[in-house]
């Protein structure tokens, strides 16, 4: 079953802290995105990756960013984390020009302290 | 996002009544998408449409997209306890593969 893995379901971190969150996908996609989730505003893009060493700024791309060193694995860094991050993080990946849509993962619940 | 609006925000309804969601778009879309989502985890693909006047079905869930390809809806015919989730509409403005997405519809269906 092909599928799109986020490391962690549920991560508290301090403010300040710098923070991994890592998502793998096994369907040879070549698009992958990062969002939040949150109530009320919906998922908002924060960066997203048509290719290996290739990033995209999404909506709200302040105080994240990313790294896409092989086509399967694209990590979301939080260089300084703040509580105003606390929120659900989902990863997804796609077929370029793809008819079937996004898979997503699990997602990332992250809370700062 | 304002570029896409969802509504109702949430429905409650008795199961095995029908029921429809609303998403309407700012502008010309390229690719209309459906998902739904289980309460704090990740979403599921139903549906894509792409050509106005386009519907597509899956089992009891049906979605449609108006001819100006700006609005679209997804009518579900005999709810049941399985249906219940939030269910979200994403739009692709330029075929980019980058979708934007609405804030989402809360759907509760009791017994």
């Known amino acids: 079953d092909v599928k799109v893995t986020q490391s962690s379901r549920y991560l508290v971190k301090r403010t300040g802290e710098k923070v991994f969150l890592e998502c793998v996908q096994d369907m040879d996609h070549e698009n992958m995105f990062w969002y939040r989730q949150d109530p009320g505003l919906g998922l908002r893009l924060i960066y997203f990756?048509?290719?290996?060493?290739?990033?995209e700024k999404g909506d709200i791309p302040e105080g994240y960013s990313v790294s896409r060193e092989k086509k399967e694995r694209f990590s979301l860094i939080l260089e300084s984390a703040s509580t105003n991050q606390t929120s659900m993080y989902l990863c997804?990946?796609?077929?370029?020009?793809?008819?079937?849509?996004?898979?997503f993962g699990s997602g990332t619940r992250l809370t700062v302290v | 996002s304002q570029e896409l609006e969802q509504s109702p925000q949430s429905l409650i309804v008795q199961e095995g009544k029908n029921l429809t969601i609303n998403c309407t778009s700012s502008?010309?879309?390229?690719?209309l998408y459906w998902y739904k989502q289980k309460y704090g985890e990740g979403l599921i693909f139903l549906m894509m449409?792409?050509?106005?006047?386009e519907e597509k079905s899956h089992e009891k869930i049906t979605a449609k997209l108006d001819e100006k390809k700006q609005q679209s809806s997804l009518h579900i015919t005999a709810s049941q306890p399985s249906h219940a989730g939030i269910y979200l509409c994403g739009a692709d403005f330029a075929n980019t593969d980058k979708l934007i997405f609405g804030t989402g519809t809360r759907l509760q269906v009791f017994p």
């Open positions: 502008k010309t879309l390229y690719g």
């Open positions: 997804a990946s796609s077929l370029l020009q793809g008819q079937y849509g996004y898979t």
């Open positions: 449409l792409q050509k106005g006047g």
């Open positions: 990756s048509y290719d290996v060493k290739m990033k």
